[in-house]
């Protein structure tokens, strides 16, 4: 016995010594991996070697601190227990499965250090440990059980760490538990470093790909760059949606870390650019779907001109979609008789031109700045870089803006398919020169042409007209609109010649209204050219708003009606005091107007009164007195809305609170429930009472009377079916009791009095107790 005593503590001290001698450097691991190695094979038997080798490890297992010389010694040890000896391939397994289960106690015991140096030894092992190992399924499958309780551990580190020994079973079909435990745990887990950790060991699959782009939310920025890490190395481009690939390079490239942005910018050029794309900035956009998500498109383009990556000096120019015939001469400000070879551009290549002419623009600008500012060698390199640009800027654009204008109009004339390509080339106007008067003739006709072309429209069923797209801004969307706003004004603006051209067009758009036409499409067309106008040109808004304006409003077309109001009530904001004249023509179509007319009137006295001031608004009207709106002297009704000649004398509150009183509004517009008068009431008046103190004009006790109204309206069965109303209301309720104590107890009892009395529900009372608790 004392022999068999003296032998192990001899055993003990060669382990114990090669520990210390491994613990010291990283360098002596493999020669002493050896050594242990062979102390092993020369061992009385493995069983005397395996405990000999536990009894001296077990010290490290109340060693909380994290130090390198003992994570030197974790590492040695995990390194020892996963390799297997070719020469004695037996006892390296069964060295093996003895150190697992003896590791195993520790993972269960109940001190924490003793846990996490457990767990750390196995996650080592199992991440260390080759293929061929032969280790019993029964002692995985105890191995794996354990891990997914210590997954859930009070302990962050421990959590971590067996995730860490989880990730490599979680792509298993037989351990599919394993990844449920990773889905279900992330949205919980609330250290970051565990999230970290988890996204990381997650799988490429349909499952976990959107829970992955989810993480690029993340309030931390390293589980944020670990996101965007796996996404690079376990999703190809292909295999994400449109969608997913937007919303990734959406977050990624503005988000406030730089860490992260770079890390998505690796994503985009390593891997997508280089692997999926072969370097051509153009494919990368064709996955992208740049007319729908534009400004991603844009992001995109601006990173790899900042980063270098987009090669300008390679012959590629916008003049090899414009080959012009040899045959045919142009005449001095007449293009009828020049032909012209377009080649028409894809969405992606047209986004492309348009964003490196700009990028050239702005950084031949910002080098001539530097020059301007700095002298002597400094400034000749500056002026230099600026020439460069320059250079490139000229050559990549069309050679004469007659083939500019060519190659223009063959898109629009293209049709709708190439309208994205028709704005990104419009857009590129503003780089082009027009000084020249030959030129600026030229491009001033296009002008003409653009703001006089008619609206796309469909005729239905019953032979109406249906205009394309929102029918308030030009060519039937604002996007359009602003590029033929920023053109007409770089061509005319460098000789003064805009407010003449404008009002030429002015002189057009009262057409409608000097003939008494009911020409559907020429009013929306004249009242498109004004929604472009209003931005653009406002000395001229006095001749829009009488010409034009006004008598839109008074139209027979619905359609006409509802634009001309919400141009009335986008003047109004404009002005710097309202006009009587507008404010009545709304306060008319509110009152008197049809429920889609009524709706969008609604809409511009609230923010007409909330820009002004009510008190500003009433005294622009010639009401001067305070208001008098109380729940205990007010009428039924204090305007008759079926009265067509009823007195519209009354303050603007007094006037809006009134339509919670009437039932003339008929429902909501069909497919779209926030197009409701009770809507727009509900939600005009939350923001009066958040923004209260903005408006001191408004009295404390009008306060009570307009948060029972909105309370009841909330729960009104009426208001079912507005959903965004309701989730409006819901927002305002949480956010105005927290503004003021006043707020929580002020009139409580009357409040819970009128919801209680009018719906005796308990779920009614649990929303209200929010706001008097």
Not at 49 to 54: G, H, L, V, Y
Not at 144 to 162: F, G, H, Q, W, Y
Not at 248 to 275: N, P, Y
Request: hydrophobic residues 40%; contains cysteine; aromatic residues 8%.
């Amino acid at each position: 016995m004392r022999e068999q005593e003296m032998a192990e503590t001899q055993l003990i001290g060669k382990i114990a010594k090669i520990f210390d001698e491994a613990k010291n450097s990283n360098a002596t691991h493999h020669r002493k991996l050896k050594e242990l190695s062979a102390v092993r094979s020369k061992s009385p038997s493995l069983h005397q070697f395996s405990a000999a080798f536990a009894r001296t490890l077990t010290p490290l297992f109340q060693i909380q601190k994290r130090t390198a010389s003992v994570e030197r010694v974790v590492r040695f040890v995990s390194a020892f227990a996963s390799a297997r000896d070719p020469n004695d391939a037996v006892a390296s397994d069964e060295f093996l499965e003895g150190f697992l289960k003896f590791l195993l106690v520790g993972a269960a015991a109940a001190n924490k250090t003793a846990r996490f140096r457990a767990c750390q030894i196995i996650s080592e092992i199992i991440l260390r440990l080759p293929d061929d190992s032969e280790v019993s399924n029964e002692l995985w499958d105890e191995v794996i059980e354990l891990m997914k309780s210590r997954a859930v551990d009070k302990v962050p580190l421990i959590r971590t760490l067996a995730v860490r020994a989880l990730s490599r079973f979680a792509n298993d079909a037989e351990n599919s538990d394993i990844l449920d435990l990773f889905l279900e745990v992330l949205p919980l887990e609330q250290n970051p470093e565990v999230r970290k950790t988890i996204v990381l060991s997650l799988p490429a699959s349909n499952t976990t790909s959107q829970l992955i782009i989810d993480c690029t939310m993340d309030v931390s920025e390293s589980v944020r760059k670990a996101a965007y890490c796996v996404i690079a190395n376990k999703f190809p481009l292909h295999s994400l949606s449109i969608k997913q690939r937007t919303i990734i390079l959406q977050r990624g490239l503005a988000d406030r870390s730089l860490a992260v942005s770079k890390e998505c910018l690796k994503l985009m050029t390593d891997q997508w650019l280089a692997k999926c794309c072969n370097g051509d900035p153009i494919e990368l956009l064709k996955y992208l779907d740049v007319e729908t998500y534009e400004s991603v498109g844009e992001s995109v383009m601006e990173s790899l001109l900042r980063a270098g990556l987009v090669n300008l000096d390679d012959g590629q120019s916008m003049r090899q979609y414009v080959l012009p015939a040899s045959t045919n001469e142009r005449i001095e400000g007449d293009l009828a008789d020049f032909s012209a070879s377009i080649q028409l551009m894809e969405p992606e290549v047209s986004l492309y031109w348009r964003t490196v002419c700009k990028h050239l623009q702005m950084e031949a600008q910002a080098k001539g700045s530097d020059a301007a500012a700095t002298t002597g060698t400094e400034a000749a390199v500056y002026a230099a870089e600026a020439s460069d640009n320059n250079d490139l800027l000229d050559k990549s654009l069309p050679e004469t803006v007659f083939d500019y204008i060519d190659l223009v109009k063959a898109h629009i004339d293209a049709g709708a398919n190439y309208h994205f390509a028709s704005r990104q080339l419009l857009l590129l106007g503003e780089m082009l020169d027009f000084s020249d008067a030959t030129i600026r003739k030229v491009a001033s006709s296009f002008v003409q042409d653009l703001l006089h072309r008619p609206l796309e429209h469909e005729v239905d069923d019953e032979g109406n007209k249906v205009v394309i797209g929102d029918g308030i801004n030009l060519g039937g969307g604002r996007d359009w609109a602003i590029a033929v706003a920023r053109l007409a004004r770089r061509v005319h603006s460098a000789t003064g010649e805009l407010e003449e051209v404008i009002l030429g067009v002015v002189e057009e758009l009262a057409r409608p209204c000097r003939e008494r036409t009911a020409d559907f499409m020429q009013w929306m067309h004249s009242l498109a050219v004004t929604g472009l106008l209003l931005e653009n040109a406002k000395s001229f808004h006095f001749e829009l708003l009488h010409s034009l304006l006004l008598p839109g409003a008074k139209h027979v077309h619905l359609d006409v009606q509802r634009i001309a109001v919400r141009c009335l009530g986008l003047f109004g904001l404009l002005e710097y005091k309202p006009s009587e004249e507008l404010l009545k023509q709304l306060r008319i179509s509110y009152v008197k107007g049809p429920s889609p007319i009524s709706t969008v009137a609604c809409k511009a006295l609230f923010d007409l009164g909330m820009w002004h001031g009510p008190q500003e608004v009433d005294r622009a009207m010639g009401l001067n007195f305070s208001t008098q709106l109380q729940e205990d002297n007010m009428p039924a009704s204090p305007v008759n809305f079926s009265d067509t000649d009823g007195d519209l004398n009354i303050q603007l509150l007094d006037l809006l609170y009134a339509g919670f009183m009437t039932n003339n509004w008929g429902t909501a517009q069909e497919n779209d429930e926030s197009e409701s008068v009770q809507a727009v009431l509900g939600e005009g008046f939350a923001k009066i009472l958040l923004l209260s103190e903005k408006y001191p004009s408004i009295p404390a006790s009008f306060h009570p009377l307009l948060l029972s109204k909105l309370i009841i309206l909330y729960f009104s069965d009426e208001s079912k079916d507005l959903q965004r109303l309701k989730q409006c209301l819901s927002v305002f309720f949480e956010h105005y009791a927290s503004l003021s104590a006043n707020h929580k107890v002020g009139n409580t009892k009357f409040w819970i009095l009128c919801v209680f009395c009018q719906h005796r529900h308990r779920s009614y009372m649990s929303k209200v107790s929010r706001l008097v608790c």
